[in-house]
């Protein structure tokens, strides 16, 4: 149980065009996501907290209108990065926590590896 | 506001070795503390969590760590390292807002 997709696992896009990236709860509602950031050789940095039907709320230094992300379902949240430029190239990782999950359980999907070109 | 310190990036251990890695921690209220562990282009993988009760906790794969809240510590071990334990590992640290953050994180290479 408990298992948390993304999609795509890996995208190349070009240099100011937008990408869209899925994350799915697939066997548990998750009333909250989160999404990070991960640099080559470098740690998780949390980037926005969403909860279904409620705007997202970023971490300080993330650019709202850059990451836009959606959680319009109790198992779908998505990040599109906007007007992409080579420095978002990285690692994205979504996690999700459900309603009968105590306070401390997330479950990790298997990342997004983004490249702009 | 929560925080993780991970010393050593990089830790090399035999085969059938003693596997140590430290963590220690900053919380402003008890923390809920976590390992995981990342192979390469994946996600994390839950090895352990300590919340509340026993401060000894065993998690998959034969790792265990223990709490120590006098010298906010929650280091990780297993007894005898194994090839396939060539992983990234993360110590996390979360308070009631659940919101994880991370240590750096220490690469392991497991020397046969």
């Known amino acids: 149980g408990a298992v948390v997709s993304q999609h795509p696992s890996r995208v190349i896009c070009k240099s100011g065009t937008s990408v869209k990236i899925e994350c799915r709860s697939l066997?548990?509602?998750?009333?909250?996501m989160f999404w990070y950031r991960q640099f080559p050789k470098q740690s998780l940095m949390l980037m926005a907290t969403?909860?279904?039907?409620?705007?997202?709320?970023?971490e300080q230094g993330v650019e709202k209108d850059k990451f836009l992300i959606n959680h319009a379902s109790l198992t779908l949240s998505t990040l599109t990065v906007t007007s992409a430029h080579p420095e978002d190239s990285s690692f994205y990782i979504c996690?999700?926590?459900?309603?009968?999950?105590?306070?401390?359980?997330?479950?990790f999907g298997p990342g997004t590896r983004l490249t702009v070109t | 506001a929560q925080s993780v310190t991970q010393l050593g990036s990089h830790v090399s251990v035999s085969e059938g070795a003693l596997v140590l890695l430290r963590c220690n921690y900053s919380?402003?209220?008890?923390?809920?503390l976590f390992w995981y562990v990342q192979y390469p282009n994946q996600g994390l993988q839950l090895l352990l969590k300590?919340?509340?009760?026993?401060?000894l906790v065993k998690g998959i794969n034969g790792f265990e760590a223990e709490f120590k809240k006098s010298e906010t510590s929650f280091h990780l071990t297993k007894p005898s390292a194994h090839m396939s334990d060539a992983a990234e590992y993360f110590c996390?640290?979360?308070?009631?807002?659940?919101?994880?953050?991370f240590g750096k994180g220490n690469q392991v290479v497991v020397i046969p």
């Open positions: 996690s999700a926590r459900g309603q009968e999950a105590g306070p401390y359980e997330q479950y």
């Open positions: 066997d548990f509602q998750a009333t909250t």
């Open positions: 969403s909860n279904e039907g409620s705007k997202a709320t970023y």
């Open positions: 919380s402003s209220v008890p923390p809920y």
């Open positions: 300590y919340t509340t009760g026993a401060t």
């Open positions: 996390a640290v979360s308070g009631r807002n659940n919101r994880l953050a």
